[in-house]
């Protein structure tokens, strides 16, 4: 095991135990909330455990069909704004599954030559800006909220994606 992969198991193992001390000390101050969190923990596992082999095979199914030339050519970094927009759009389009689904797919869009900006849009617009929940929002909220707020949130989105960009860039340099 090289001394990086050691660090990172060393820091994941002191993350648990942070979190386990805090959890003893909320439970010895609150114990009536202990078996309710349990339940809420056991339930939030089993939802998972039930998506996790789709998740598995998606991002399988993702490595081999998604070459890192095509990452590169629509995220990569001579895209733009225009790369950006379809990182917008993609992620806006992939919202119906699982928030959490993002985040490998994320990884998997960074190790194939995507840009950080690309890579926060996508995230970010899964889980803010869905297909399905706008239509929805239309139906309820009406025509004139859905644009205000989808405007809004992909412009906010939008910012967010470059400023991490910024600070990623000023942090290697």
Do not use: C
Request: charged share 10%; proline share 3%.
């Amino acid at each position: 095991m090289n001394k990086q992969k050691q660090n990172q198991t060393r820091s994941s193992f002191l993350y648990l135990l942070f979190f386990i001390i805090v959890m003893t000390i909320v439970f010895y101050f609150f114990p009536d909330k202990l078996v309710p969190s349990l339940q809420s923990s056991w339930n939030s596992l089993a939802q998972f455990i039930l998506i996790f082999p789709a998740i598995i095979l998606l991002m399988g199914i993702f490595s081999v069909m998604v070459t890192p030339e095509m990452i590169e050519k629509n995220f990569g970094k001579g895209t733009g704004f225009y790369g950006s927009l379809k990182a917008l759009f993609l992620g806006s389009l992939m919202s119906t599954g699982p928030f959490y689904l993002s985040f490998p797919m994320a990884k998997n869009f960074l190790d194939k030559g995507a840009r950080v900006s690309a890579v926060i849009i996508f995230v970010s617009a899964w889980n803010g800006i869905g297909v399905i929940a706008e239509l929805v929002e239309l139906h309820f909220m009406g025509g004139l909220f859905m644009l205000i707020r989808f405007f809004l949130t992909a412009v906010l989105i939008l910012l967010s994606g470059f400023a991490a960009e910024y600070l990623v860039n000023l942090k290697k340099t």
